[in-house]
């Protein structure tokens, strides 16, 4: 059964820092995109970052460009996404998943998500 599960989510005032993980199980994606996204109350769930299999490729939303960083480590099977600089709006709920198709910033590319975890940022 493949399971992704997402940790390091938490309460930060605004300006710090926080490394959220992405850990996957009952299947190695280390051949495939993986990706980060968002989603806020009341809003749709949005692109933030996304990197190649070999790591030599990565995306990010205009919005979160030098703040977020996207790593991975395939012997791990696990991607990380380091959040700096952060601000009240990056508050939402914050998902990995796996990318099959299309384009890497959207929804319906992925399969295979976590069950999210929370990162609020208070002014």
């Known amino acids: 059964q493949v399971q992704l599960v997402e940790s390091g989510g938490g309460l930060v005032e605004a300006g710090g820092s926080l490394r959220l993980s992405c850990a996957a199980s009952?299947?190695?994606?280390?051949?495939?995109?993986m990706g980060w996204f968002r989603q806020a109350p009341g809003k749709a769930r949005e692109f933030v970052a996304a990197i190649s299999w070999s790591e030599v490729n990565t995306y990010y939303a205009d919005s979160v460009k030098g703040r977020l960083t996207i790593s991975r480590d395939n012997a791990k099977n696990t991607v990380y996404l380091q959040m700096n600089s952060l601000k009240p709006e990056d508050t939402a709920v914050y998902y990995c998943a796996v990318h099959f198709r299309g384009a890497v910033t959207t929804v319906s590319g992925y399969d295979y998500w976590g069950q999210g975890t929370q990162v609020t940022v208070s002014s």
């Open positions: 009952g299947r190695t994606f280390s051949s495939y995109t």
